[in-house]
């Protein structure tokens, strides 16, 4: 699993920082995640081929997380795509989608499919034999999610050692790895784990942004390899956080440490601070591994 932040700034682009987008990488599954201004030439920066994206994620029609969204599906058809296009987002997206492209009389070679959402509650949204998401109900001034990520179990090891000595054939070697257990001829039972080691741990990752404090999402975030919440504001303007319902680099530590997640990255910075280097130190104070986000990085989870 592979994270790379296209954009981690909050409201207006800049020529050296941009809005929020994410590529979100899970065993050759590519999601993007938001669709800031300037989305498409940061996958270019990136050299992230635009024909691997098939799903993408908008968190809340404010224009920092989906203004670049219409120009890339534009870029698709001038790229002469086929492959089917899902967008998951909040109701309204369609229609703001559709009108853009009727008024400019133009059209997709492919075909899009529209997955609006307006649930309060967290629901499972995407399911495949490698990945299940779902939704993390946010706290914004609009109707907002995050989205969670979540590998599934993969295939067990095979104990070619074990399986060699007791003459297993090689046709039963793909249910042994798939947990199965095996009777021989004499009719013994061998169960799976004397024949096979663990399989790679399942990976999770959680993307919050933009929300208010919310403790209600702990539940739903809880011991995720790496979650992303916004730390719009430090803490010496937090009546701006509660005024806008963003969060500031405490808070997001605070759920953190709550929901016991492995390690935590901050972003979607306000671009009134200089530095970020103080949204590191302020979150360090309640949670100990902590990682800011910048245009560019990649985080291997």
């Known amino acids: 699993m592979k994270l790379t932040v296209l954009g981690c700034y909050a409201a207006t682009p800049r020529t050296f920082t941009n809005p929020t987008a994410q590529l979100l990488e899970i065993k050759n599954r590519y999601f993007l995640i938001d669709c800031g201004e300037g989305t498409q030439v940061q996958l270019r920066k990136n050299k992230v081929k635009f024909t691997k994206i098939s799903h993408i994620f908008i968190s809340h029609l404010h224009g ?60 499972l949204i995407f399911e495949d034999e490698k990945v299940m998401i779902q939704t993390i109900p946010l706290k914004h001034r609009v109707y907002t999610n995050g989205f969670l990520f979540k590998e599934k179990e993969g295939d067990r090891k095979l104990n070619i050692d074990a399986i060699e000595e007791l003459a297993i054939d090689v046709c039963y070697y793909k249910k042994i790895k798939k947990g199965g257990n095996i009777t021989l001829e004499n009719g013994q039972v061998i169960n799976n784990e004397q024949l096979t080691f663990p399989g790679e741990s399942a990976k999770s990752y959680a ?76 979150a360090l104070t309640f949670f100990s591994n902590v990682q800011l986000a910048a245009d560019g990085t990649t985080f291997e989870i």
């Open 64 to 123: 920092d997380h989906f203004y670049g969204l219409i120009g890339l599906i534009s870029s698709f058809s001038l790229l002469s795509r086929v492959a089917d296009l899902h967008i998951y987002g909040p109701k309204g997206l369609k229609e703001i989608i559709e009108l853009q492209l009727k008024l400019s009389h133009s059209w997709t070679n492919y075909t899009i499919h529209f997955h609006e959402l307006h649930s309060k509650e967290s629901e």
């Open 207 to 282: 993307f919050c942004s933009d929300t208010a404090y919310c403790e209600a999402i702990i539940p739903i975030i809880k011991e995720v390899d790496l979650l992303y919440h916004e730390a719009t504001f430090l803490e010496s303007e937090s009546q701006l956080a509660t005024k806008t319902m963003h969060s500031t680099a405490i808070q997001a530590a605070t759920i953190a440490s709550k929901a016991n997640v492995k390690s935590l990255l901050l972003g979607h910075y306000s671009t009134r601070y200089e530095s970020i280097a103080s949204f590191k130190e302020e």
